[in-house]
């Protein structure tokens, strides 16, 4: 009699592990749903800081957040430019739980990109991957944690950092990172700013290779690669040979420690060119990037369930 169910239990427990790969599947496979995000921020056009196409796409970002749950905040600030007075704009966001103010809670980490793209008056500049795709990245994480991690994304708060790319060529202490310099003095005399931080920064491209700036905190490097490995991507994370200006750096002097999840674009070919289009884009880099990360905030905050 015992013989019978051994075909029969053999056969459910199959069923089962192929209803577990497709749930879990289901929960991290969100490549498709970024691509998407990255396709309707593009639509909106060059969105340097400023114009009706960045204001249109913050809008939208606000608007994908505050459906899965987040509260937003947009906040505003002036600065000089070698371009003259510029009005700045960056989208905050952080979870809502119980009906309680997220502002008056504190937070553990930070997930942050930059929303702007780079000025150029003589081509159309789309920054596909500098960086609509990391936008669009957090937002679609913001909706999986809101459903499946609740508790952590509770102790996360999400930045876009308007004004990262310089006015002129090449950032520099007076032009560029004007959105994350902002960000970081609000906490840099405060005794409750965030733990760590994670910035994304050309996430989603092709043949997808992320190198981490040389001087990155040495836990957050090691978090970074066991959490590839967790996820069977080391082969697309290493080290780039050289500190990154970026805007991690200003939250790192402001002692929140960040981590840069960068592309390597000094061998892209596309980089700060027309090139970086949604044609660069796939939905298979960008699930990587997303998987990594996630497993980054899990092992960060799993005990946060």
């Not at 409750?192 to 990155?216: A, E």
């Not at 997303?290 to 980054?296: E, G």
């Amino acid at each position: 009699m015992k013989t019978r169910w051994i075909p029969l239990l053999v056969v459910m427990l199959a069923g089962l592990a192929v209803a577990w790969w497709w749930q879990a599947r289901g929960s991290l496979g969100l490549g498709e749903a970024a691509y998407e995000q990255t396709r309707a921020i593009l639509a909106k056009g060059p969105r340097p800081p400023q114009s009706k196409a960045l204001d249109e796409v913050r809008a939208h970002v606000a608007t994908q957040l505050q459906a899965s749950g987040w509260v937003t905040r947009r906040e505003a600030f002036e600065r000089q430019t070698p371009k003259g007075l510029i009005r700045f704009e960056n989208l905050r966001a952080r979870f809502a739980v119980g009906g309680a103010d997220p502002w008056e809670r504190r937070v553990d980490g930070l997930l942050c990109a930059h929303i702007d793209s780079k000025l150029y008056e003589d081509k159309v500049f789309l920054g596909a991957d500098d960086a609509a795709s990391a936008c669009a990245a957090i937002v679609v994480m913001a909706e999986f944690l809101a459903k499946k991690k609740p508790q952590q994304a509770a102790a996360l708060e999400l930045v876009f950092f308007d004004g990262e790319e310089a006015l002129e060529e090449n950032i520099t202490p007076q032009d560029g990172l004007y959105g994350s310099r902002h960000y970081a003095n609000f906490w840099r005399a405060r005794d409750d700013k965030p733990k760590w931080g994670i910035l994304l920064d050309m996430v989603g491209h092709k043949n997808l290779s992320i190198r981490l700036p040389s001087d990155t905190p040495e836990d957050l490097k090691d978090l970074v690669f066991a959490a590839a490995k967790a996820e069977g991507a080391e082969a697309y994370f290493g080290m780039a040979a050289t500190p990154i200006i970026d805007d991690h750096v200003p939250l790192n002097f402001a002692g929140i420690p960040t981590v840069d999840i960068i592309g390597d674009f000094t061998r892209s070919g596309w980089w700060h060119t027309a090139g970086d289009n949604l044609s660069i884009i796939s939905p298979e880099s960008l699930d990587i990037s997303m998987r990594v990360t996630l497993r980054m905030i899990d092992m960060r905050l799993g005990n946060q369930r």
